[in-house]
């Protein structure tokens, strides 16, 4: 019991991280990897609640469609411009 | 600081800067995060019914609720969705056909404006006008 | 199995992270992720409440959310290709056809 509370505190410290980090962090390519590891910490929140088959689906879903659509969108628009960050 | 690059960028005039914009929206946030938290740690959850594996399984049990295939299995924890996983797919089609109508383009390379010219010709990047 | 109030603040907390970067943001790609952030707050408080009344609809629905967050995705995705294309930026403020 104590040790599940344990598991749950570092992956809510890393899902709360990593989602204040997509939002805060100027560089939109390091957002969305930021992004991905916050939802692959939200799979293993799944995992934690039996829920084995939805954490599968986040992973091939999110990580793996989502995820590389958002980075593909990152690299198509990126732009010289100095007022849009090119880190 | 200033010196580190990755923060000499954050430090000067930027349009796109967060810190500027970002305290009344911050600030509204945090509200709802209050009135969130003040809601659920006050709230009587009832009593707690651990998940049951049943005679199949947890997985089993989904690929059964989706397909409205022998709900005894899992009865009274679930229930059919057939009808809505074909809406979902009918939807996940449509997105398809959007997602490929808005990034196509013409026989001769030109591009194919989502909203029709009247509303992008003779703009350019920047210069928006009011 | 841990309180669910924990795994409620947790999504609560997610949500408005990603409310906060819908608000402040300018550029498409940046709602687009925050959006995702808030459709996970959203599918934590299924998987929760799913675990904790032995309910498996709340994983099917969640499975429904993830599917609907996928298209929003493909939509949003050519939208904002679109506007590249059209406008040269990913702003959201730029383009101002249709405001009245």
């Known amino acids: ?87 | 600081m200033s010196d580190d690059p990755d923060t000499r960028e954050r430090d000067g005039p930027d349009e796109y800067d967060v810190s500027d914009r970002g305290l009344v929206p911050g600030l509204a946030s945090l509200l709802l995060f209050g009135v969130l938290a003040v809601t659920i740690l006050g709230a009587d959850f009832g009593d707690p019914a651990g998940l049951e594996a049943g005679e199949y399984g947890i997985t089993h049990g989904i690929g059964f609720a989706l397909f409205n295939v022998d709900l005894g299995a899992f009865a009274g924890s679930t229930e059919g969705f057939l009808a809505a996983f074909f809406i979902v797919a009918i939807t996940l089609d449509v997105a398809i056909d959007g997602a490929l109508y808005l990034a196509k383009r013409e026989s001769d390379g030109s591009i194919v404006s989502a909203v029709g010219g009247t509303f992008t010709r003779g703009r350019k990047a920047g210069e928006g006008g009011d | 199995m841990v309180a669910p109030e924990y795994y409620l603040l947790l999504a609560a907390a997610v949500f408005c992270i990603g409310l906060f970067g819908v608000l402040t943001r300018r550029e498409a790609l940046y709602f687009l992720m925050s959006v995702e952030l808030m459709l996970n707050a959203a599918n934590i408080n299924f998987v929760a409440f799913s675990a904790y009344y032995g309910d498996l609809t709340g994983q099917v629905f969640s499975l429904f959310v993830i599917a609907l967050a996928a298209a929003e995705v493909a939509i949003g995705i050519g939208i904002i290709l679109v506007l590249y294309r059209n406008f040269g930026v990913t702003d959201v403020t730029v383009p101002r056809g249709m405001r009245w």
């Open chain 1, 1 to 87: 019991m104590v040790l599940d509370t344990i598991a749950f505190a570092l992956f809510a410290l890393v899902t709360l991280a990593c989602s204040l980090g997509v939002v805060l962090v100027r560089d939109v390519f390091h957002a969305s990897l930021l992004l991905g590891a916050a939802l692959l910490s939200v799979a293993v929140h799944y995992v934690m609640l039996q829920a084995e088959f939805v954490a599968a689906m986040q992973v091939l879903v999110y990580v793996g469609g989502v995820l590389i659509l958002i980075t593909f969108a990152v690299m198509l628009t990126r732009t010289d411009d100095p007022e849009v960050s090119s880190v």
